[in-house]
């Protein structure tokens, strides 16, 4: 009987995991297969240092060839999933069309950007989601700095030097935080620069990092406002400009750098299932796998999975649920070959961890909040031990980063018709 046949769409948090166990459980007896776009996993949490000049970008991918031995790849996007006859469609980077066949399938196809019908922001934001926009946004930080120097007018010097970041969740207060200290490091050799740098921070709720322990809030707030980014809570957005942004107060923003990380959705390709689903993510029971399908699994973003620390609610789309649930569905796949008995999905939230910059951190390490260094040590040690690959390479470049100034020049590797804000339209002109 030939091997059975385990795909894997997506390597993200969710996807790596369970490729990684499924592949210790299976000891060679099943083939399993990883369709992903990229040949690497992200560890999306250390973004921001990317961005802010403190890690190299490929400091936080790690290859799927080297990390997940005897996995096949297969590169491209799913764009089709055919359950009644257990196979899958791809495109390939170079928009080639492929089909696979399954007898299990994993869809761990992640989320994108969380757009909001907000005129002009589609045009004039970029999201931040992966290592192109990450690129992208060190670049332009550098070059508004640089363009500000020579700017013929004070009114284009302070757009310039304006940088306004939409959304205080995880990835926004993180950005914000890090930025602040990598235009510092800019303009520390341009004295007619002194003073005229402004962050801004905003959100539609009453405090940074709502759905995170308030202990972490005040934290984070207090660290941000020392550094002078500007707090603009219960504000949005009403419409991005060329020039700059109108906010919901009334008022004007001239700028010329618009962050949005409002959050994110699922996956749109989830939607082709025709399936239910529940806030945009696949429902799934317990056991992670989609009703009336039981070879078909859903974990991570794109999946809708009964909290059962928290009756009638879903749980988070974080890395910290992302992961468990990939190792728990490895399980139950083997389970349903005979090898163990499949369980149901239950985490409770060992706590989390916001990097801010500096030697300033936030932490809440199994409910016990820490801030400032240790919580820096806390939250570098989590990272470390995280991350599947690179660990030395990043304490290298974490080590460099305290000891010698960063570089602040800009490469132009990315340029922003490459990163659009609405990751499933097509790029801008």
């Known amino acids: 009987m030939a091997r059975p046949r385990i795909v894997i769409v997506g390597a993200g948090f969710a996807g790596f995991a369970a490729a990684r166990k499924i592949s210790h459980l299976a000891r060679g007896g099943a083939e399993i297969v990883v369709v992903n776009p990229t040949d690497y996993f992200l560890y999306l949490p250390l973004l921001p240092e990317v961005a802010a000049g403190i890690l190299e970008p490929r400091r936080v991918t790690v290859s ?45 196809a992640g989320s994108v950007n ?47 030097c304006t940088f306004v970041v939409v959304g205080a ?17 800019l303009t520390a050799q341009r004295p007619e ?29 207090e660290v941000l406002r020392r550094r002078g980014v500007e707090l603009l809570l219960r504000t949005s957005v009403k419409e991005a400009t060329e020039d700059g942004v109108h906010l919901s107060t009334g008022d004007f923003v001239p ?20 399936l239910p689903l529940r806030n945009g993510r696949l429902v799934v029971d317990e056991f992670l796998t989609v009703p009336g399908h039981p070879d078909v699994y859903a974990i991570g973003d794109a999946a809708a999975v009964p909290d059962l620390t928290r009756p009638g609610e879903i749980t988070g789309m974080t890395a910290q649920h992302a992961v468990r649930q990939g ?47 240790p919580a820096k040590v806390v939250t570098r040690g989590y990272h470390l031990l995280s991350m599947p690959g690179n660990r ?15 570089q602040g020049v800009q490469l132009g590797l990315v340029p922003g018709r490459a990163v659009p804000l609405d990751s499933s339209s097509p790029e801008k002109p």
């Open 64 to 108: 799927l060839q080297a990390a997940l031995p005897g996995v096949r790849q297969v590169l491209g996007t799913a764009d089709g999933f055919d359950l009644d006859n257990r196979r899958i469609t791809y495109r390939d980077p170079e928009g080639w069309a492929g089909s696979i066949g399954y007898h299990r399938l994993v869809i761990a």
């Open 114 to 160: 969380k757009l909001l019908p907000v005129p002009g922001v589609t045009e004039y934001a970029h999201g931040f989601r992966g290592i192109p926009e990450a690129l992208y946004l060190r670049d332009h930080i550098t070059r508004q700095i640089e363009l500000a120097v020579n700017a013929p007018t004070e009114q284009e010097r302070l757009a310039r």
């Open 169 to 185: 969740g995880y990835t926004g207060t993180e950005v914000a935080a890090q930025g602040v200290l990598f235009t510092d490091e």
């Open 193 to 221: 620069l002194q003073g005229k740098v402004r962050w801004l921070l905003l959100d539609t709720a009453d405090r940074l990092l709502p759905s995170l322990d308030e202990r972490l809030s005040v934290a984070s707030d």
């Open 255 to 274: 700028t010329r750098s618009l962050i949005w990380c409002v959050g994110v959705r699922p996956d749109p390709v989830v939607e082709g299932l025709h």
């Open 327 to 373: 190792v728990a569905a490895a399980k139950n796949i083997a389970a349903s070959y005979g090898q163990g008995r499949r369980r149901p999905y239950k985490h409770y939230d060992l706590g989390f961890v916001v990097d801010l910059g500096g030697l300033d951190s936030a932490a809440n390490p199994l409910g016990v909040p820490v801030k400032g260094f």
């Open 392 to 406: 030395v390479r990043v304490a290298a470049d974490w080590a460099l980063d305290a000891l010698l100034p960063r």
